[in-house]
């Protein structure tokens, strides 16, 4: 059995985002995909909040229900290529916790979309991509990190456009 492709994706956790992850599975060329949609949201210093705020917490706070919906529907879409989309938040752009996020994740590549303005959701948000940019390349290890353009938000029907405007089959 082939092992899975892991990249990673900087996300805001919003619909427009995922236009860059259709495009960056597009891209591959790997049978199976992992894909890790990260969003960076510093840890906060309160003692309070460390104990009581869990990624779960965290992350249904950031996900919408439309997001997770649409995350489905492109799992569903790319089915054969065993795609699985997995929703994580970094604590920190601290370079030594990126190196063993990265390692730890085993993650193959990154994919930063370089014109993409993301959506700050939290008081504590931070961009990953660009703190996995300034990495150097003994942090980097055997991970390839690939800028590329992204599509820049839509502003109009952005779930209509996702998906119907490319002329996919898609069954409820």
Known sequence: MAKATRVLIPSDFTIDSLFFVIHSIEQSKAEQLDVILVYGNKSSTSISELLGITLEDQLNDLQSEDFLK????ICHRYENRKLNIYADIIGTDNPNYLHHYLSGARIDEVKIPTDYQFEKRTRHFF???QALLHLNESKRRHVAIVEKPATHKTGSNVLGDLF???KWDVNY
């Open 70 to 73: 649409a995350c489905q529907m």
């Open 127 to 129: 961009d990953v991509g």
């Open 164 to 166: 119907f405007n490319k």
